[in-house]
């Protein structure tokens, strides 16, 4: 099911698992979504989850800790993370349901999936996603077109419409239409790379690994802060980029739309965290301000302030360039992030389109790390703590 942002296709996938659930005696099923998290909190517990339209004389018992829902029948619910692909291996069952496929960082996720779903005479998988020009995405596609194996079913968010607050698709409509983003978030159509993109989805799924870096040398956390206000308001990049022998590390993206004592707080938040050595901030629009805000919460945090002195896309080119030489590493995925590197073109700055301020976070964050400063790693490295960002 490729469908658009609040077409209701958890809600579908709650509905197909937990009839088959019931009317199976002792049934395992999978439950897979980018994180345990996402599994837990939207298919499990959502307001479209399990939980939510499973009657309880059904239920058995359920295990939130370690995300397992067992009906009376013996049929039981078991969370997984495509983040974890291993944790795949070994349990076997008769039906997977996959939760927005399109934004599972690693593709051995859904291969090792495929090779537990061997329980019963027919054991098969529902997938539910907003789509994207990922390579899985296009093969799945491909086979309900060619093969038939694969049943496709496609909408739109406003074909939900009447389930939907009507001042929620209006601003949707406002902000979205007629935009490559609208067209795949609202509209579910499959686009192909933005020709003029710095980046593919394609480059960033080799440039991705599970394993925290041990021994970074280094870690910044970069800002790029959103200076409009009202309902156009951009975001305030804030992304955590790490290097370690001339690489470099995309971290955590903790972008936010807040107040600036709430962004302020979350970048003092990351640098604590990731035991960073400076802020990087870009003061284009904001002048001091960063350093104002980030200072008023914690007055020994180191900030440098950068000035953009040409455009985003020559200022990303040569960031875009290490990609290319598989100098720069994703730990875990980053769906917006991504999107945001994937589409913005010389064409979107002309256009004046929305700032992309996660990809320039992430550059003047990586800019900072291999290219300004882009000297022989001879000092110490500094052993940052081992946390999973990307699950917190």
Known sequence: ML???GFGKTRSGAEDVAWEGITHEGWR????APTFGDARDTCIEGESGLLAILPDQFIRSWNRGHGVLTLNNGTSFRCFSAEEPNRFRGPQHHLLWADELAAWPYEDAWDQAMFGLRLGHNPRSIVTTTPRPTKLIKYLVKRSLEIGDVRLTTGSTF?????LPSKTLDRLRERYAGTRLGEQELY???LDD???ALWTYALLGECRQVEFPDNLSR???AVDPAVTKGKTSDETGIVVCGAKQKMGFVLEDGTLSGTPNEWGSKVVALYRKYHAD??????NNGGDMVSHVIHSIDPNIKVKQVRASRGKIPRAEPISGLYEQRRVKHVGSFRYLEDQMCSYTP??????AHSPDRMDAMVWGLTELLVTNALPDLSPPIALPLVTPYSV
């Open 3 to 5: 469908a658009g942002r």
């Open 29 to 32: 099923v999978a439950v897979a």
């Open 159 to 163: 074909d939900n419409a009447a389930n």
């Open 188 to 190: 579910a159509r499959i």
């Open 194 to 196: 933005i020709i003029g």
């Open 219 to 221: 870690g910044v956390v």
């Open 278 to 283: 400076m802020v990087v901030a870009e003061v």
């Open 347 to 352: 064409m979107s700055e002309s256009e004046g």
